[in-house]
């Protein structure tokens, strides 16, 4: 009963997202509300979906609550991809794509996928995985120090707006663009609840259990890596996301993997949602970065929560 007041409670926070903002004039509230404000409403959704998932699932495959897209490595490829765009100048990549978002994307998906790479082994255990993604992360950061200073002022400033997260005025093509990866991210990572479910108590029970560790292991951080991959690359590193909704899922709902997995993606959808048409009204005139209004809200709000749960 409490999951399905909780997934009409999202539902409705969705609805009533694009609503909230300065108000509309009658000339302009046809373009703004149904081609500005409702795609970029489902971007936020498919965007907080697919985070607040991936961080469910790294928490359960890592055993560790802080466990997040960057334990792998994701963010600080997708960072040094889009500098080297914004550093090289151009504005379209090949297939009309701007040039941030598919450096960010390769960037994003070439570190990860040495990631998996590593977490394929056959003697490799999680604490491996999570020094190779901090060595490749490592990596990744000082390459993209060593190229800021080979920027101008216009280009730090271009790539400090990325770093910060934002939804952009995509449209409906943006939409339709980033919707086949969140999708088979999110039924991919949804069909591993099961064996997720028998990583509770560890990697050795997982396999006593006939649960296949290396290649559940793989795919769970392989999947995870294309979703956070397309994200990032449209939206930038928007912070907190996969790290606050799955320990407000798992104080509310509980601690199985059958309602933490899907109910992430629910209340995921809605936090980025209302963060994004919060962040339209906090400055008159001006628009907040969503990434900014994430971190506001989650780095306080996930104090008290490890606060209460030690308590």
Request: glycine share 10%; proline share 5%.
């Amino acid at each position: 009963m409490k999951a399905w007041v909780l997934v009409g409670v999202c539902v409705a926070a969705c609805a009533v997202a694009p609503f909230i903002g300065p108000g509309l004039s009658p000339d302009s509230v046809d373009f703004v509300f149904w081609q500005l404000r409702v795609p970029r409403t489902l971007m936020a959704m498919l965007v907080g979906g697919t985070l607040s998932l991936v961080g469910a699932v790294y928490q359960s495959l890592f055993a560790n609550p802080l466990a997040a897209p960057s334990t792998v490595g994701t963010t600080a490829g997708a960072t040094l991809g889009a500098l080297v765009a914004i550093i090289l100048g151009a504005r379209l990549a090949p297939g009309g794509l701007p040039i941030i978002t598919a450096a960010a994307f390769m960037g994003a998906l070439g570190v990860s996928l040495v990631v998996a790479a590593i977490a394929a082994g056959r003697r490799v255990r999680m604490n491996d995985v999570v020094l190779a993604g901090i060595a490749c992360s490592m990596a990744a950061g000082a390459i993209s120090t060593g190229l800021q200073f080979t920027a101008d002022s216009a280009e730090l400033m271009a790539a400090m707006r990325w770093s910060l997260g934002h939804l952009p005025q995509v449209g409906y093509s943006g939409v339709r663009l980033l919707t086949p990866f969140a999708a088979v991210t999110i039924v991919g990572l949804l069909a591993l609840t099961r064996a997720l479910e028998v990583f509770i108590a560890g990697e050795e029970h997982a396999e006593s259990q006939g649960v296949p560790v290396r290649r559940v292991r793989t795919v769970a951080i392989g999947l995870g890596a294309l979703g956070v991959a397309a994200c990032v690359a449209w939206c930038g590193p928007i912070a907190f996301v996969e790290l606050i909704v799955p320990h407000l899922v798992r104080r509310t709902l509980g601690v199985s993997r059958r309602v933490l997995l899907p109910g992430s993606v629910v209340v995921g959808a809605a936090f980025l949602a209302l963060c994004d048409a919060s962040a339209r009204l906090i400055l008159p005139g001006r628009e907040l970065p969503v990434g900014v209004v994430t971190a506001a809200l989650g780095a306080p709000l996930l104090v008290s929560l490890l606060a209460r749960a030690r308590s």
